[in-house]
């Protein structure tokens, strides 16, 4: 049975004009920075999560931009000047074995618990650090206009 989540989002369009007054390339690198934090705790998690007698698949979870060659094939890539993505999981193949599970071994998740367990605080870091970052970077760009125009 599938299931369907939905969640609300309140001040988007304020967040996106914020972005927008930043320089292109210091929007996404607010972005990166706000989306790697929020991403750490599911990392954390799926970490504690991950079976411990392969710690190949325990070390090579991580929160990054960047994806495995198979990975990248199989991502419908949505870029846009002001879209930004982060990754959280493993680039090891067999972390989707582990995952699902195979003919030789049944699932034995833990990435999905682990974003069930944390999603909400991701969220939370999300909320309140963007804002948080939007203002630094935008003092920043104030200060370095300042001292361009002294």
């Known amino acids: 049975m599938a299931r369907t989540v939905t969640v609300k989002i309140k001040g988007l369009k304020e967040l ?3 972005l927008g007054n930043l320089p292109k390339a ?4 607010v972005l990166r920075r706000v989306l790697k934090e929020a991403g750490e705790p599911i990392a954390r998690a799926a970490r ?14 991580d929160v990054s931009t960047k994806l495995n060659p198979r ?4 991502h419908k890539d949505q ?25 030789r071994h049944g699932a034995q998740p833990f990435m999905r618990p682990a974003w069930d367990a944390t999603k909400n605080q ?16 935008a003092k920043r760009q104030a200060r370095k206009a300042a001292k361009a125009g002294k």
């Open 16 to 18: 996106d004009r914020a």
């Open 79 to 103: 870029s846009s000047p002001t879209f930004q993505e982060m990754f959280v999981g493993t680039n090891n193949p067999a972390g989707v074995q582990q995952e699902f599970g195979n003919e």
């Open 48 to 61: 504690d999560r991950a079976p411990r007698h392969d710690l190949h698949l325990y070390e090579s979870i």
């Open 122 to 137: 991701a969220l939370h870091i999300i909320e309140h650090l963007l804002w948080t970052e939007i203002e630094k970077a």
């Open 26 to 29: 210091t929007g996404k690198n």
């Open 71 to 74: 990975q990248r094939s199989l």
